[in-house]
């Protein structure tokens, strides 16, 4: 009799200890799960919603509306063309073709203008179709300049054959930038330098938060 209960006891102790095993086991098993879930978690972020949208938040880039003039001006590289211009210190750098421009915001600086460059540009003379700038700014009276300022852009060419026109006029973060395209550039044309002169009228409201300006031959 004492020989089973010794051996009932035994048993007993050893499903106990079986079980207790067993619950171990499960437990260490949740708590590596939960764990890893823990782990898989992103940490929560500091970045506050509105800086997430502004981050994706581009400039706005305005178009005006112009009513361009060509005249002829003749080719010339007189230092003055480009130390004058208001772009001059876009000349080196080589993303994009940069070519000068000027603004006159009076009849006075119009003036001053064709002054200065006198001896320098053709003021009169005109070439095949294209008129002088003379003819161009004849109609350009102080009347015109109390709401309106004169943007004038110098365009050089190895030839006489090819022609150019304003493609755009648009500004971005204060600056205001003229694009200008070629018109007419045929593969064979003559060996005499060439330069043109654009004149741009542009309303003084759409141009009075301009710091810069630019011109660029695409």
């Known amino acids: 009799m004492k020989k089973f209960l010794t051996l009932l006891l035994a048993f007993t102790m050893v499903c106990t200890l079986v079980a207790c095993g067993e619950q171990n086991d499960n437990l260490l098993k949740n708590n590596m799960q939960d764990g890893q879930q823990q782990d898989q978690t992103p940490p929560p972020s500091n970045t506050p919603a509105s800086d997430q949208s502004s981050m994706g938040e581009t400039d ?41 421009v000027y603004k006159c915001g009076t009849l006075e600086e119009l003036n001053e203008f064709k002054t200065t460059f006198s001896g320098i540009f053709t003021m009169v003379g005109t070439w095949d179709e294209v008129l002088s700038f003379e003819e161009v700014t004849a109609d350009y009276t102080e009347d015109f300049f109390l709401e309106n300022t004169l943007l004038l852009v110098y365009v050089e060419a190895g ?13 971005e973060n ?28 542009v309303n003084n409201d759409q141009i009075q938060d301009c710091t810069n300006f630019d011109a660029v031959l695409k």
């Open 60 to 100: 706005i880039t305005e178009t005006i509306d112009c009513n361009a003039s060509v005249s002829w001006a003749n080719w010339s590289d007189d230092p003055k063309i480009r130390e004058l211009a208001l772009n001059k210190d876009t000349f080196e750098l080589s993303s994009a073709r940069h070519i000068p």
């Open 174 to 201: 204060g600056t205001l930038s003229v694009y200008v395209k070629y018109t007419y550039n045929p593969e064979e044309g003559d060996c005499a330098m060439a330069g043109w002169l654009f004149t741009i009228p």
């Open 159 to 171: 030839s006489c054959t090819p022609r150019f026109g304003v493609d755009s006029v648009s500004k």
